[in-house]
């Protein structure tokens, strides 16, 4: 099972809230299976569904991909 790190929750997934909200988020992390990473994918939904991206220049826990396709 994988869980982010309590004492970094704040810092790196939410900088931007107040320290109780934080700390709320790191102790209600529902715990993920590692064999969820080796799902597979039949059909991807964007083909057939609307979709929109964001790009969060300052997002600590996925870094943006510089490319020369954005």
């Not at 900088?15 to 039949?42: E, H, K, N, Y």
Request: hydrophobic residues 50%.
């Amino acid at each position: 099972m994988l869980f982010l790190d309590r004492a970094k929750a704040h810092a790196a997934f939410a900088a931007d809230l107040d320290a109780d909200r934080a700390a709320f988020m790191a102790d209600s992390q529902v715990p993920w299976g590692v064999a969820a990473l080796t799902g597979t994918i039949s059909a991807p939904a964007w083909k057939t569904r609307p979709s929109w991206y964001l790009v969060a220049t300052g997002d600590r826990m996925i870094p943006r991909r510089l490319s020369t396709a954005c």
